[in-house]
Nanobody, 120 residues
């Protein structure tokens, strides 16, 4: 069955770094666009970064541009989010998402999330 398993979250001081990983299984990883979303307490889930399936083109929410980097390793069926210069506003649960459209049908999968807390 489809699984997206996030790891790498934790507690980090302001200015620190973390690298999140999302291990994918149960589907053709190379055919899916992969994204990281986050949801802070009392806020809606927001798209943080995405990477396309073919070209590897990336996009980021403005608040993380220049600090976060999304990448994917098709040999390992894993997508990463390198997060640098973290601040308190980055505190949230981070979710991995896989998306593709086949025959007009949207196939969309989510991981269970990993907590990132930025605090001194």
């Amino acid at each position: 069955q489809v699984q997206l398993v996030e790891s790498g979250g934790g507690l980090v001081q302001p200015g620190g770094s973390l690298r999140l990983s999302c291990a994918a299984s149960g589907f053709t990883f190379s055919s899916y666009a992969m994204s990281w979303y986050r949801q802070a307490p009392g806020k809606e889930r927001e798209l943080v970064a995405g990477i396309t399936s073919c070209s590897g083109r990336t996009n980021y929410v403005d608040s993380v541009k220049g600090r976060f980097t999304i990448s994917r390793d098709s040999a390992k069926n894993t997508v990463y989010l390198q997060m640098n210069s973290l601040n308190a506003e980055d505190t949230a649960v981070y979710y991995c998402n896989a998306l593709t459209i086949v025959g007009g049908v949207r196939l969309n999968y989510w991981g269970k999330g990993t907590q990132v807390t930025v605090s001194s």
